[in-house]
C-alpha cells in the first residue's frame, strides 16, 4: 500500500533523526553515561562547561620540575600572573575528577618529600600538600571513586580516596618498568598504562582490579623473534630496538589506542579489541604529549625535538595533528628556530593548543587554525602544565582528559 505523501515524509524524518541519535553504552556502575558512543570526548567539546567550574579564573598553571614551583600565566594576555612553591620535582597539574581542586603531583619518591598540592582554581592559591609516595602522576577511576597515584619508580599504581588519599589498595604492576601515563576505556572498565621503561603498554581491569594484559611495542623494520612471556605464552618482541612510549589516548569511538614513543619518533596504533599493535605512524622527533581537538575530530602530537631524557634547547621540535576518521597525519606545525613541546592541553573554546617548552624553559601557544606559535618565558624545566577551565562533567586526570 502506498503511503500518502506527509506520512512518508514524517516517516523519513523519524528515519533520518534514529540515524543520527546518538548511540549510548553500558558504563560501569557511578560512571556517567557516554552520551555518544561515535565521540567519548562529546561532553568535553566548546562550551560545555560545568556548573563545576563556575568561578574558576582563567589561568594555565606551569609545574617546573628543577624549581619546584608553578608558574601562573592568564591566557588573555599571555602574562606570568603569580608563581608559588610546591613539593619537590613537581611533574604534573591535574584536575581533580570533581573539577574543584587541581593537584600539583610533587615526584620525589618517598614520603614526606613525595607529595600532592592542592590549588583552589577559584583563588589561584595552593593549600597544605598531602604526601603520598612517588605521584610522577595522578588519574581517577571514571566513577569517580578513586584516585590513582602512579608511582612510577616502585611499578605501583595506588588507589586512593579522591580527596583525602587515603590508601585503598595497591596493584603490582612488575612488567611495566617507568609506567606513567594512561587512558580509559568507552565503558569505563579498562585502563592501559605506557611502559616507559620496557617500550610497552599493560592493560587494567579497573574493576576486577588485576592486571589483564601486555603488549610489547614493535617498530616496523626491525628484526622480532618470538619468545615464551612470563605466563608461558608466546610473544613477539623487536631483537634490537626497544621504544620509549610515553603519553596515550583513546579514539572517540573508543576502537584505537594511540601511543606516542620518543625513541621511535612515532604514534603507536593499537586495536583495543584484540589488544594488537595494528599502524605506526612517524609524526617527528621525541614523539610525547597527545591532546585531542575539542571537536574530537584530530589528535595533536607534542614532538619535544629529542629522544633524550634530559635533552638540550632548540630541538627539532613540534607539532604533528593526526585526523581520527583516517589515521592519517594532516598537518605538521613547527617551531621556529626549534623547541622542546611536551605536555598541555587545548584551550576550552579549541582556538590554543598550549605546551610546555621542556628544555627550553618555555611555554608554547599553538594557534590550531594555522599552527603558528607564540612564545612565553617561565621557569627551570617546565611540564605537565594545564588549562583551566576546561569543558567537561569530569576528569580522568592527567593535565586534564576530559569526559
Known amino acids: 500500500m502506498r503511503l500518502p505523501l506527509v506520512s512518508s515524509l514524517l516517516l523519513g524524518t523519524a528515519a533520518l533523526a534514529y540515524a543520527q541519535a546518538p548511540a549510548t553504552v553500558a558504563t560501569v556502575p557511578g560512571m556517567p553515561p557516554v552520551v555518544d558512543a561515535r565521540n567519548l570526548y562529546s561532553e568535553a567539546a566548546a562550551g560545555k562547561m560545568s556548573p563545576a567550574v563556575a568561578g574558576a579564573l582563567e589561568r594555565v598553571y606551569v609545574p617546573h ?26 611533574q604534573h597539574v591535574v584536575p581533580s575528577w570533581d573539577l ?9 619518591e618517598r614520603t614526606p618529600n613525595g607529595s600532592l598540592t592542592p590549588v583552589d582554581p577559584k583563588t589561584g592559591k595552593p593549600g597544605a600538600p598531602v604526601p603520598v609516595d612517588d605521584p610522577y602522576n595522578l588519574y581517577f577511576t571514571p566513577d569517580g571513586k578513586s ?26 604492576v612488575p612488567r611495566c618498568g617507568g609506567i606513567n601515563h594512561a587512558d580509559f576505556s568507552i565503558d569505563g572498565r579498562t585502563a592501559i598504562f605506557t611502559c616507559e621503561f620496557t617500550g610497552g603498554i599493560t592493560k587494567v581491569d579497573l574493576a576486577e582490579r588485576k592486571v589483564l594484559a601486555y603488549l610489547q611495542l614493535i617498530l616496523p623494520g626491525k628484526p622480532t623473534k618470538v619468545v615464551k612471556g612470563p605466563d608461558g605464552k608466546d610473544e613477539t618482541i623487536c631483537t634490537v630496538w626497544k621504544g620509549m612510549p610515553q603519553d596515550i589516548r583513546v579514539s572517540p569511538d573508543g576502537s584505537t589506542w594511540y601511543i606516542a614513543d620518543m625513541m621511535s619518533n612515532g604514534v603507536y596504533v593499537v586495536d ?4 594488537t599493535q595494528i599502524d605506526f605512524l612517524p609524526t617527528g622527533v621525541g614523539s610525547h604529549g597527545l591532546y585531542p581537538s575539542r571537536d574530537g575530530t584530530k ?58 617548552g621542556r628544555f627550553d624553559d618555555s611555554v608554547y601557544v599553538f594557534d590550531t587554525t594555522t599552527g603558528a606559535v607564540k612564545t612565553i ?14 569543558p567537561g562533567r569530569y576528569s580522568l586526570g592527567h ?3 576530559m569526559r
Open 399 to 401: 593535565t586534564g582528559n
Open 147 to 172: 584516585a590513582i597515584v602512579v608511582a612510577e619508580a616502585f611499578k605501583r599504581l595506588d588507589f586512593r580516596d579522591p580527596h583525602s588519599f587515603a590508601l585503598q589498595y595497591s596493584l603490582s
Open 100 to 108: 574543584k581542586t587541581l593537584w600539583v603531583a610533587n615526584n620525589a
Open 65 to 90: 620540575v628543577r624549581g619546584n614551583d608553578v608558574w601562573v600565566i592568564d591566557p588573555a594576555t599571555l602574562k606570568v600572573v603569580d608563581r608559588f612553591k610546591v613539593g619537590l620535582s613537581p
Open 299 to 356: 589528535l595533536y602530537v607534542a614532538n619535544r625535538g629529542t629522544t633524550k631524557i634530559h635533552g638540550g634547547p632548540k630541538g627539532k621540535g613540534g607539532v604533528s595533528v593526526i585526523d581520527f576518521a583516517t589515521k592519517k597525519i594532516v598537518a605538521t606545525w613547527p617551531i621556529p628556530g626549534g623547541g622542546s613541546p611536551d605536555m598541555g592541553n587545548v584551550s576550552a573554546d579549541g582556538s590554543r593548543l598550549w605546551l610546555s
Open 377 to 390: 618565558k617561565v621557569g627551570a624545566e617546565p611540564h605537565g602544565l594545564t588549562v583551566w577551565p576546561q
Open 272 to 275: 583495543g579489541a584484540t589488544f
